[in-house]
C-alpha cells in the first residue's frame, strides 16, 4: 500500500513537472525543487552509474518520475496548447502558485540558512542568470504552431536538434531555466512540439540523446555543489526561483471575472504545490 501511495505520487510530480517543459519560460527544474523531490532527482542521475548498490533504488525512482513527465509531454500537449491558447492567464497564476507554494520547503531543505554576505551574493547571481537570459529572447506568446512537415528533416537540422537537446536537457535540471525557453532561442521548439503531436521518431530520438547526455552532465555539476556548497546552491536557487517567478507573470488581468479566476487558479497552485511537497517527502538534506 505504501509502494502504491508513493507510486500515484511520484507520478503525479512528475506530470507536473513534464507539463511545466511543455511551457516555455516554466521551469521543470523549479517545479522538481517545490515538489520537494530535486536533490533526490540529482543523486539518482548523477550517482545511477557509480553506486551499484543503490541502482534498482534509483530505477525505481527515476522511472516513476520520468513516466509521469512522458505521459504529461506526450498526451497532454494538446491540452496544454488549448490553456496556453484560450486560458493563458489561468494556467500562468496556476504555475506561479506552484512556485510559490513551495519555496518556504526549498528555505527549510539545509540546517544552516542563515543570511549572509556570500548567500545574498549567490541569490543575486541567480536572479541575473534567469533576468539575462530572458532578454535573449522575446516573452513568450503562444504561436499557434502550424503543421510542420518534421517527417524530412535534413541532418544538419537533426545535428542542431540534438544541440539543443543537449542544453535543454542540462537546462531542466536547473531551477529557474526553462528547457522549452531554450528551445525557442535555438529555434527548435516548434519542430519538437509538432513532432510530439505527430509521434514522428526521429527528431524525437535526437531530442532525447541530447537531452539525456545534457541532464547527466549538469546534474554531476549540480551535485558537486549541492556536496561542496550547499548553502550558496540553495540561495543561488532561491535567486532562479525568485527570477522565473517574476518572468511568467502575465500581468493582472483588466476583466474583473478574469482577474477572480486568476486569482483562484493561483490559490489552488498553492495549495497543490504545498500538499504535494508534504506527501511522501523525498528531499535529501545536506549535511555539510
Not at 505504501?2 to 519560460?25: D, R
Not at 502550424?146 to 524530412?152: G, I, N, Y
Request: net charge positive; charged share 15%.
Amino acid at each position: 500500500m505504501k509502494f502504491l501511495k508513493e507510486t500515484v505520487v511520484l507520478f503525479i510530480k512528475g506530470g507536473v513537472i513534464g507539463a511545466a517543459n511543455l511551457v516555455p519560460g516554466l521551469s521543470g527544474g523549479t517545479l522538481a525543487v517545490v515538489l520537494g523531490i530535486y536533490d533526490k532527482l540529482i543523486e539518482a542521475i548523477a550517482r545511477f552509474f557509480q553506486k551499484k548498490e543503490k541502482r534498482w533504488e534509483y530505477i525505481g525512482f527515476l522511472s516513476r518520475i520520468f513516466a509521469g513527465a512522458a505521459f504529461s509531454i506526450f498526451f497532454l500537449a494538446n491540452v496544454m496548447d488549448f490553456l496556453l491558447e484560450y486560458r493563458f492567464n489561468q494556467t500562468m497564476f496556476l504555475f506561479m502558485g506552484l512556485i510559490l507554494g513551495g519555496v518556504p520547503p526549498v528555505i527549510r531543505a539545509h540546517k544552516d540558512m542563515r543570511i549572509r554576505t556570500s548567500r545574498i551574493l549567490a541569490f543575486v547571481l541567480g536572479l541575473i542568470v534567469i533576468l539575462g537570459l530572458s532578454m535573449l529572447g522575446k516573452e513568450y506568446v503562444h504561436p499557434g504552431i502550424s503543421a510542420l512537415s518534421v517527417s524530412m528533416l535534413d541532418n544538419r537540422t537533426c545535428l542542431m536538434i540534438l544541440i539543443a537537446g543537449f542544453f535543454a536537457g542540462g537546462a531542466m535540471i536547473i531551477p529557474g531555466i526553462s528547457g522549452s525557453f531554450i528551445l525557442v532561442l535555438l529555434g527548435q521548439y516548434a519542430v519538437i512540439i509538432a513532432a510530439v503531436k505527430t509521434l514522428t521518431i526521429k527528431p524525437l530520438i535526437f531530442m532525447a540523446v541530447g537531452a539525456a547526455a545534457g541532464i547527466l552532465v549538469f546534474s554531476k555539476i549540480i551535485e558537486t555543489c549541492l556536496e561542496k556548497i550547499p548553502s550558496l546552491t540553495y540561495y543561488f536557487v532561491l535567486g532562479l526561483i525568485a527570477a522565473s517567478f517574476y518572468k511568467i507573470f502575465p500581468g493582472m488581468p483588466a476583466n474583473k471575472l478574469e482577474a477572480l479566476y486568476s486569482i483562484g487558479a493561483f490559490a489552488c497552485g498553492i495549495s497543490i504545490s504545498y500538499l504535494l511537497s508534504k506527501i511522501s517527502p523525498t528531499q535529501k538534506t545536506p549535511t555539510s
